[in-house]
Structures are given as structure tokens and as C-alpha cells.
């Protein structure tokens, strides 16, 4: 059994009617109820009965995260006693988001997520061992959870961390699939080595991943998602979700990008201008939420830099799927006028031999120009030969080359601490 919604298997002009008919319930749910978009419609003086297409759209102003943290509660279209779920973004920039969810929202969720599942293979036979938190308000851990219900699947909730619970439960239970952030998988493949455990004689025949990239732009799978798969022969299915858009893009199993669910959200990719970049080309993931009741969204800017990719999948959905997310808006760096984000330079690091230790740091240089300085910890034997390796990969996959600057473990420890938490990537280019 395979659940395709229909609307999914239809021709793009219907899906964009279909659309169209989602977008004027929406607008005419936030004129009456959104004191945040009745505002912004006062404002700038829009008619929302003469927005009729997807077109029109472009005529709303999008949504910043900072609007949206600044204003949070203006944003609430229904009584508070309606609101039956308060979660929040992980507010890795800043403050949280709450976002509240109604009834009517967590059965959206659920279908959302069951769809997904769907999409990613998921039977009712199956049986899903869930790696992360159902707890702090974490909007994901409620959906999976919900969205396996709706499947019909078994679940077994063991949460994030300790692999060593993670791994008993995987030879006690024998889960067929796992939900996890990929980086923990490659710590449970280590442990599980270190037990003399072979995971290949597991039951888990796939890994949903949540949080992270497992491909690169080009549709292959990253140094992530090839460590995985180089110990452990399971599918893995990229998903990209977020909080505010209570929208899941998931993979199928011919992994071509996270599929567009036309009967959630509208999904368009801007430039820094905000006009819609062209096909194929990169741009900030837009979203204007569909079926949302408490809190819905228009042209929301997520600050995710995506492609979209439109060609037919071969498992025969007609919608458009988004490519790897490679980069936060905020942390893009034009490096001698080529644009590139933190992921991929983390991704040329991790696939050279013989470093042990980096940090990535961006400032403005003396013509008011980004500049980048890699800090590499290597044993000094290999230094000649990690310089090179570097040099030819940065500028045969970025075409561009950083400063790289080699260091000592103590000094990098020095600077990853500056901030909160152990950085990687360190911005003074706002100081
Ligand atoms: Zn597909």
C-alpha cells in the first residue's frame, strides 16, 4: 500500500489552480483574524479579494523571521482557548518562535507527516524507532509521532542520544526503520563497532534524517551521508521541515529531493531583491502555509538557501522537489565575487585526509570585501600534503580558494569557545 494524495500525480497546471483555491481561503482567513497581515494589508493599502493567483502573490511583502519574533502573538488567528499545542523554533538565531497549533493543525501535522512516510516507504508493517525528543516543544518530535500513528506503524520512542539504549532496543525490537539526526548515526556505527556489533544484520532497512544535509547540490550524497552508508547498508531518506511552516519535504526512494506536499504549502524561491530567482537557480526558501488555522504564514522567509528541481520523478509525482539546503541567507560570504556558504567548505574539510581540527572564520577585509581564513589543525608531517589536497578541491568545487591558516589544537579551542557553544563557523563580519 503506497498513499500518493492525487493532487501530487497531476499536471503542474493543476496543481497551481489547486493551489490557488488553497491561497484565497487562506487570505481571506488572515484578513478576518491575523492582526499581524490585517496591518500589513492596511498598510500597503492590498485588496486580498484581487489576489487570485499564485502570481498576484508577489504583491504581499514576505514575512521575516525578525517579524515574526518581534510580533509573535499578532500572528494568532484564533482564541487561545482553541490552542490545543505551544511549540517553539529551535532558536539557533535568536530568540525562540511559539508557534501555536490547534486541533484542526495537529491533524494537518499528522497527515503531513504521514504522507512523508509514505513517501519514504513507510508501510504499516513497519516498525519506527524514533531517535529524537518528543519533549521541550519540539514540533518535530509530535509529528513523527502522529504521522506514524496515522501510518499505522509500530512506534518505539526512545529519544536523542545514548546510543547504548539506542542500540539494545534496535536488537530487542528490531525496528525496519530509524528517525535520527544523521550525525548521531555515525556515532552509534562507532559504537556499535567498538561492541563487536554488526549493524548490517539489524532489522533497519532505512534511516529518515532529520536536521542535517545528506547531499550535495548535485543530488549525491555528502562525506555525511557516505560515511553512513560505507558501514551501514541502509536507504537514507533527506527530509528538510520547519517549525513555522509545519511542512515536511521528504525524499523518496529515488532520492531526487525532499517532494512539495501542493495541499500544504506554496513554495517560492527569492533573490536579494525578492523577486523569484530563475529556474534552477538558487534562491531563499518562501513559504505561505495552506490549511493552517492558528498561526499561518505568507511568503515566509525561512533564511534557507535551496534550488528546486521540476523535472518528473520516477516515482511518479508531478511536484517539484527542494534540493539540500546549503546555507543560511546570514552566513553566505561572496569570496572574490563567488558566493558560498559555511556547509560546503565544512564539506571539503571533512573529506580531506589527515585533519584532525578546523575553524571557519569570516570577516570584512580592508575594501570592505568578505574574507575567509580557514584554521586547520593537521600533524605537522602531512601539513605540505593537506595544503594541496585543499588548494585543488576548493578550487576545482567552489572555485575560489580561503586563506588557510595552520594551527594549533589549543588555539582552535580558543576560538570555537569565543561564542556560546563549540563553533565551527565564526562570523565577525557583523561585529
Ligand atoms: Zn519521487
Keep these: 500500500m503506497k ?53 498576484d502573490l508577489s504583491r504581499i511583502p514576505p514575512t521575516t523571521k525578525d517579524e515574526l519574533q518581534l510580533y509573535n502573538w499578532d500572528f494568532l488567528c484564533v482564541s487561545t482557548d482553541r490552542i490545543i499545542e505551544y511549540t517553539t523554533t529551535s532558536g539557533t538565531l535568536g530568540k525562540p518562535v511559539t508557534i501555536a497549533l490547534t486541533a484542526n493543525d495537529l491533524q494537518r501535522l499528522a497527515y503531513n507527516e504521514y504522507i512523508s512516510f509514505a ?14 525528543t518528543l519533549d521541550r516543544q519540539f514540533m518535530a518530535g509530535v509529528a513523527y509521532y502522529e504521522g506514524i500513528r496515522k501510518l499505522g506503524a509500530g512506534l518505539v520512542r526512545v529519544g536523542p542520544g545514548l546510543p547504548a539504549m539506542q542500540l539494545e532496543t534496535i536488537q530487542r525490537l528490531k525496528p525496519t526503520v530509524l528517525v535520527s539526526v544523521p550525525s548521531f548515526i555515525v556515532k552509534l556505527i562507532e559504537f556499535a563497532a567498538q561492541q563487536g556489533i554488526d549493524l548490517n544484520k ?11 544535509s545528506l547531499r550535495t547540490s548535485d543530488l549525491e550524497l555528502n562525506a555525511l551521508g557516505k560515511k553512513i ?32 506536499h501542493p495541499e500544504l504549502v506554496h513554495i517560492e524561491l527569492l533573490d536579494e531583491d525578492n523577486n523569484p530567482v ?39 509525482r508531478t511536484t517539484l522537489r527542494l534540493g539540500p539546503i546549503f546555507g543560511r541567507k546570514q552566513q553566505m560570504v561572496k569570496l572574490k565575487g563567488t558566493t558560498i556558504y559555511p556547509p560546503g567548505i565544512f564539506e571539503i574539510l571533512q573529506k580531506t585526509d589527515h585533519i584532525q581540527d578546523y575553524v571557519v572564520e569570516a570577516y ?19 601539513v605540505t600534503q593537506v595544503e594541496s589536497s585543499l588548494k ?13 591558516i595552520f594551527s594549533t589544537p589549543s588555539a582552535l579551542d580558543q576560538k570555537q569557545l569565543e561564542g556560546r557553544k563549540l563553533k565551527k563557523f565564526i562570523d565577525h563580519r557583523f561585529d
Design 392 to 404: 585543488s578541491a576548493f578550487q576545482s568545487q567552489l572555485k575560489v580558494i580561503p586563506e588557510i
Design 229 to 260: 552508508r560505507e558501514a551501514w547498508d541502509v536507504h537514507l531518506f533527506s527530509t528538510y521541515a520547519s517549525t513555522e511552516m509545519q511542512t515536511a519535504f521528504t525524499e523518496c526512494r529515488f532520492g531526487q529531493g525532499g517532494h512539495h
Design 364 to 382: 570584512t577585509g580592508s575594501l570592505g570585501t568578505d574574507e575567509l581564513k580557514l584554521y586547520i589543525v593537521a600533524p605537522d608531517v602531512h
Design 3 to 55: 498513499h500518493i494524495p492525487e493532487i501530487e500525480q497531476k499536471p503542474l497546471q493543476e496543481i497551481k489552480f489547486f493551489q490557488e483555491e488553497k491561497l484565497r481561503l487562506l487570505l481571506g482567513h488572515v484578513s478576518l483574524h491575523s492582526p499581524f497581515y490585517k496591518k500589513l494589508f492596511t498598510s500597503h493599502h492590498i485588496d486580498v479579494n484581487s489576489i487570485k493567483s499564485l502570481e
Design 119 to 132: 513517501c519514504a516507504e513507510g508501510t504499516p508493517r513497519d516498525i519506527y524507532q524514533l531517535m529524537i
Design 202 to 212: 539489524s532489522a533497519v532497512r532505512s534511516i529518515v534524517c532529520i536536521g542535517e
Design 278 to 316: 530563475a529556474t534552477g537557480e538558487a534562491g531563499e526558501v518562501t513559504v505561505t502555509t495552506l490549511g493552517v488555522e492558528g498561526m499561518p504564514l505568507i511568503r515566509y522567509q525561512t533564511g534557507d538557501m535551496a534550488r528546486v528541481y521540476t523535472e518528473c520523478c520516477e516515482c511518479g
